[in-house]
């Protein structure tokens, strides 16, 4: 019989270890310190979102998983992570139909979002919750610096802060309870975008 808090000490247990093992010294935000935020951040908008708490094992579960195709891929590694989830779920015999929900939930943290119900906006809100922190210009720094090292996209402050702003300025959250918890952050962040593009402008005219 597979128990909640069996499968989920389980999932951290190997999840952790996959990083151990898999993380390269690159991945300086797609690594363990992200997905443990996202996973504290899921079980917090679970209990203000007031959903089941089955339902919060399973976004949990998804959590963990959620970048873990990451070590192969980069884009589109949210096909690989379900992958991890769904051979792992299975050799514990974790019921088909709740597999079922986790994959669908890894799968709608793709960018550009677009989850299909409750969970899946909690989970797609609690990975880019970050766009709302006060640390925003760390976490986005650490993206750049990765995916400059990694030879996925090279680009210049400005051309960064431009693709930033387009990012933060599209995005938004989907729970009433993300909107209220780091909205106003997030419009701060943006502002803050903004004026350090117009600086730089100014000092290239």
């Not at 680009?155 to 909107?179: G, M």
């Amino acid at each position: 019989m597979v128990t909640d808090n069996n499968i989920l000490n389980k999932v951290e247990i190997y999840v952790k270890e996959l990083y151990s093992n898999r993380s390269a010294q690159e991945d300086l935000y797609h690594n363990i310190v992200h997905t443990l935020e996202v996973v504290e951040t899921v079980k917090k908008l679970s209990k203000m979102e007031g959903i089941t708490e089955s339902d919060e094992v399973i976004l949990i579960i998804a959590a963990w998983f959620h970048d873990t195709g990451y070590f192969h891929c980069c884009n589109g590694h949210e096909e690989q992570s379900s992958e991890y989830a769904k051979d792992f779920l299975d050799k514990e015999f974790y019921p088909v139909e709740k597999t079922e929900i986790v994959l669908n939930c890894i799968k709608a943290t793709e960018c550009p979002q677009n989850p299909k119900n409750k969970l899946e906006e909690i989970i797609c809100d609690a990975d880019l919750h970050h766009l709302g922190m006060p640390d925003m210009e760390i976490k986005s720094k650490l993206l750049r610096k990765e995916l400059d090292i990694k030879g996925i996209k090279k680009t210049n402050e400005l051309e960064w802060l431009k693709i930033s702003l387009d990012f933060i300025t599209k995005h938004h959250f989907f729970t009433v309870s993300a909107q209220n918890e780091y909205g106003v952050q997030k419009n701060i962040n943006r502002e803050k975008i903004e004026k350090s593009i117009r600086e730089i402008e100014s000092q290239l005219k």
